[in-house]
């Protein structure tokens, strides 16, 4: 913690106007007033008990003299409704049921209000968000509250009923509260203060009222709460539908009067509750948040820590003309050589994989020297300081695999030692035959190939290829490239492809067997903006995979494509714009679907250097990242020329980030909050992310309503000022903290201004 202090929360409980999507916004105010109001987490609370509502913004829906705007359902029992005194009559004078239906079949969300009479025995009641039954058992389907059944048996009058063709019937009788779970279970409880039968004055006038807003429905006898329930059901919850009031027995005598209706604003949607548990929760995207007010999503800010490997062996830069592999470069590459005579390292670093190895604790590097070489390898113990021990063929060199397009992983699915502990994608050897091929290591310095050395997929795969154990889904996963028109050149369109192992994981039985997940994956630019020859000027040159707390991350290697050609160039002073490569990152919860904005914001991870620097005009991300020390450690490939220049002259760089600081949740100089959504605590301490150096950070937690609760609320947290920690933990009055409410439904709120939110952990 730096320089932190703690102090009264007064300044941080100023509240401002909601910002974002009316959807949104509204379920924000109910977070938002609830917390301001401090209310405490209570035991069950006597309900409100409304009276009679004066005016406001109800309407009419029964003029006293007609049926204008009802009609009978079914037709034929129009008879056995009319008006008489002021007041709908209605009067069974057969063995079915008859409705009186108000014109509006699409209500949501309203108060009703009416009066009702029984002059004696009756079976009644009123029909909410009813809409037709189509298998004929009856003519609605609908929620019912129950009016009559004076003497027919208990708790009946005031009870909700399920008139539903296929679900069930629920228990809501008169004094319950029931709450429908999202799989359709019952739970119940009941209501303090409820009505009881004496409160109904029999052959007499009696109020109802009834509340329908979102999943919630209330209902009223004479002021007096008669049942509640909330329907969460996934499947047959109705959110629309029309009213009707009912006659269920023929010779059944009941009469309504003052019928009017007030239109709710929408209630917010009852959130579903999400799994958090022990793992750290990302502020990648809003998979966690609820609400946020005056915060935007910001980029991750690296830390450039310059070259750490340069071209040194012969290998690493290219080999004279004539030499084996030059192939067709000969004219273009001439003496492979810049004006002043230094050696040029096209390729060098054009692709990297950094590893950690926790058994040996050093760092293993493969890295692209020469593209007809093979692949270098590197060993550091500091990540800084790097050797390149001469362990290929006779001892003269580095190269410990002869492909391009390499990359490898360390497998966890496997002991150290074992014989394919490491595991490898690539391009098909140095023939050029372009589809990806597998190999393992129990080092990563001696391999041996899957499927006897043969590709296990179609093409293509001129393109950093990718192998890891994905360990959300349980399987390997391959990355690798699909041709979308071309192969190399001006005709060229890059595009990715996703696979997953198909059989049971086995890949020495079945190296073949991978399953296309997502197959031409593009940058799919907003802004259509195309080259000389009407493809995308913006393509994947690569990406890979990258899976760290629960988020799949995909460093993204994007080509600028203007030119298509070799050329000279050697100019390492310019900066330029067109033929660069730039080093972006995407996220994606389901491994499938990346978030590609920071590529359409221009906005990459790592940067292109200023002008005379090694990497002004290109940045090769590396296949993964990895963590040490509290930050993230980001090994990338610098280009000084463009990308098709014969002077792209490379070196391999760092660029180091804070833990978990890829993306974050920033609040400037106004009062900010970040609401989650309601999840189940399964610790019983918070751990948060956050840069408030220049700011204040402060936290609360709420139940699943939005309340605050006692001795958790924004008068009872501690506000931290000046503080920069990567596991803040928030304190409150009395030293409380989250155990006691381990297994229950909570929401976090975080209070912020002048501050970066990055992650949280419950422990």
């Known amino acids: 913690m730096l320089g932190a202090h703690v102090r009264g929360n007064a300044s941080m409980r100023k509240d401002t106007a909601m910002q974002f999507h009316p959807s949104r916004r509204i379920l924000f105010a109910v977070l938002l007033g609830a917390i301001c109001s401090g209310a405490a987490m209570a035991g069950e609370q006597k309900p409100k008990r409304p009276s009679r509502s004066a005016g406001g913004d109800f309407v009419a829906l029964f003029d006293g003299k007609t049926l204008a705007g009802w009609h009978a359902v079914p037709e034929e029992s129009a008879s056995d409704w009319t008006v008489r005194d002021g007041a709908i009559v209605g009067y069974g004078s057969a063995k079915r049921l008859s409705y009186l239906v108000w014109k509006d079949e699409h209500l949501t969300d309203f108060e009703l209000e009416l009066r009702y009479r029984l002059p004696g025995k009756g079976n009644t009641g009123v029909e909410i968000r009813c809409q037709p039954d189509r298998t004929g058992k009856r003519p609605f389907e609908g929620y019912h509250a129950d009016l009559g059944h004076v003497g027919i048996g208990p708790h009946i009058l ?12 629920y228990p809501c009788r008169r004094g319950t509260r029931l709450v429908i779970d999202e799989d359709g279970k019952p739970h119940s409880s009941t209501i303090r203060g409820a009505l009881t039968a004496a409160d109904v004055r029999p052959h007499q006038w009696n109020d109802v009222r009834i509340i329908a807003r979102g999943r919630h429905f209330q209902f009223f006898i004479n002021g007096k709460p008669a049942a509640e329930f909330t329907d969460n059901a996934k499947r047959g919850r109705l959110d629309h539908g029309a009213i009707g009031l009912q006659i269920h027995d023929k010779g059944m005598h009941v009469e309504f009067k003052d019928i009017r209706l007030k239109r709710l604003t929408p209630a917010p949607q009852s959130e579903e509750r999400i799994r958090v548990g022990l793992r750290k929760q990302l502020m990648v995207d809003d998979s966690v948040i609820a609400a946020k007010e005056n915060v935007t999503r910001e980029l991750g800010k690296v830390k450039k820590c310059g070259i750490v490997l340069k071209p040194s062996l012969p290998t690493d830069f290219i080999p004279p ?20 005579g230094s050696r040029v390292a096209l390729d060098f670093g054009f692709f990297t994989t950094v590893l950690w190895n926790e058994k040996d604790r050093k760092f293993q590097m493969w890295y692209m020297p020469w593209r007809m070489a093979g692949v270098g390898y590197a060993e550091s113990k500091d990540g800084i300081h790097w050797a390149k021990p001469l362990v290929g063929k006779g001892g003269k060199d580095n190269i410990v695999h002869l492909s391009q397009s390499f990359s490898c992983s360390i497998d966890p699915t496997v002991p150290w030692g074992h014989p394919e502990k490491y ?15 597998l190999a393992y290591s129990a080092d990563g310095i001696h391999w041996s190939d899957y499927n006897d050395g043969k590709p296990v997929t179609g093409r293509a795969a001129d393109f950093f290829c990718q192998i890891l154990w994905d360990g959300l889904m349980k399987k390997y996963r391959l990355m690798c490239r699909t041709d979308m028109g071309g192969t190399g050149g001006a005709k060229e369109y890059r595009s990715a492809r996703i696979m997953v192992h198909d059989e049971g994981n086995d890949l020495r039985k079945h190296p073949t067997a991978w399953k296309t997940i997502a197959d031409r994956i593009v940058v799919d630019d907003p802004k259509k903006e195309k080259n000389p020859w009407g493809n995308p000027r913006l393509q994947f040159n690569w990406m890979t995979c990258w899976i760290y707390e629960g988020v799949y991350f995909a460093p993204m290697n994007v080509y600028t494509m203007d030119e298509s050609n070799f050329f000279e160039g050697f100019d390492y002073q310019r900066r330029h714009e067109k033929d660069v490569l730039d080093f972006y990152i995407g996220t994606s919860r389901d491994g499938v679907n990346f978030d590609k904005s920071w590529i359409y914001a221009r906005k990459p991870l790592v940067p292109r250097g200023p002008a005379g620097s090694f990497d002004k005009d290109g940045v090769f991300p590396p296949s993964q990242f990895v963590t040490r020390k509290d930050e993230h450690w980001i090994y990338y490939g610098g280009a000084a020329e463009r990308h098709y220049s014969i002077g792209r002259d490379m070196r391999i760089g760092l660029a180091k980030l804070r833990l978990d600081g890829f993306i974050c949740l920033q609040a400037k100089d106004k009062p900010a909050a970040v609401v989650t959504k309601p999840f189940e605590l399964e610790g019983g301490r918070l751990e948060v992310n956050v840069d408030a150096r220049a700011g204040r950070i402060q936290v609360e937690i709420l139940n699943e309503d939005g309340k605050a609760l006692l001795g958790l609320s924004g008068k009872d947290a501690a506000e931290y000022q000046a503080v920069d920690d990567l596991r803040l933990r928030p304190a409150w009055q009395n030293g409380k903290d989250l155990s006691a409410l381990k297994g229950k439904v909570v929401r976090i709120r975080f209070r912020l201004r002048n501050a970066r939110l990055y992650a949280f952990q419950i422990q």
């Open 158 to 169: 005031g009870a909700w009923d399920f008139h539903f063709a296929k679900r069930k019937e």
């Open 321 to 340: 003309v004539g030499r084996r592999g030059s192939r067709g470069y000969d004219a273009a590459l001439k003496s492979g050589k810049k004006p002043d």
């Open 423 to 437: 595991k490898a994608a690539f391009d098909s050897n140095l023939d050029r035959v372009c589809q990806p091929c």
